[in-house]
T-cell receptor, first 115, second 109 residues
Framework: DTAVSQTPKYLVTQMGNDKSIKCEQNLGHDTMYWYKQDSKKFLKIMFSYNNKELIINETVPNRFSPKSPDKAHLNLHINSLELGDSAVYFC??????????????FGPGTRLTVL | GQNIDQPTEMTATEGAIVQINCTYQTSGFNGLFWYQQHAGEAPTFLSYNVLDGLEEKGRFSSFLSRSKGYSYLLLKELQMKDSASYLCAVVDSNYQLIWGAGTKLIIKP
């Protein structure tokens, strides 16, 4: 059984398009995250949701919007895609983000290429 | 600001031992994680340290010194499959995870 799953695994699209990436976790975790990993391999937190409440929003353009229909899902919508958005996007989840031990479980990643 | 430093790349020989260092300056400290990430794959959990000292888990060990803001990951009896990036991440005072850029470990036969 897949703990954290993402779709699609690969996404190739044109500049200016709008796209979505879906994420689901079946671990019963309370917190979910979206990360962006660029070509330099830096893992940057974009958003996290705890019980459907946005609790982190780093300096991310408002073209990116997370949507969480329920605790098990956190989707990422991207409007007006730009070349610089090309990266691998990882979804992750953890039991609780309010304690020191918040081991995060990652999805397989979505490789987004903007042409 | 918050900062985590790791070497960008290291090379070691199959069967040998390698130590990957991580130094950090963060607003508070609530633990340190090491993750392994193979090329094209997701990071996976290796270890968690919150108290000073060495934690051993099979071929992998992780050490922490909170007073020095320092940790290392020790890999013994290296195997080719250990070729990967190793990410150090610190839990700050707000329980947020601050990630290092990772160390790419290359294992040669």
């Amino acid at each position: 059984d897949t703990a954290v799953s993402q779709t699609p695994k690969y996404l190739v699209t044109q500049m200016g398009n709008d796209k979505s990436i879906k994420c689901e976790q079946n671990l019963g975790h309370d917190t979910m995250y979206w990360y962006k990993q660029d070509s330099k391999k830096f893992l940057k937190i974009m958003f996290s949701y705890n019980n459907k409440e946005l609790i982190i929003n780093e300096t991310v353009p408002n073209r990116f919007s997370p949507k969480s229909p329920d605790k098990a899902h956190l989707n990422l919508h991207i409007n007006s895609l730009e070349l610089g958005d090309s990266a691998v996007y990882f979804c992750a989840s953890s039991q609780d983000d309010r304690g020191p031990y918040n081991e995060q479980f990652f999805g397989p990643g979505t490789r987004l290429t903007v042409l | 600001g918050q900062n985590i430093d790791q070497p960008t790349e290291m090379t070691a020989t199959e069967g040998a031992i390698v130590q990957i260092n991580c130094t950090y300056q963060t607003s508070g400290f609530n633990g340190l994680f090491w993750y392994q990430q193979h090329a094209g794959e997701a990071p996976t959990f290796l270890s968690y340290n919150v108290l000073d000292g060495l934690e051993e888990k099979g071929r992998f060990s992780s050490f922490l010194s909170r007073s020095k803001g320092y940790s290392y990951l020790l890999l013994k009896e290296l195997q080719m499959k250990d070729s990967a990036s190793y990410l150090c991440a610190v839990v700050d005072s707000n329980y947020q995870l601050i990630w290092g850029a990772g160390t790419k470990l290359i294992i040669k036969p």
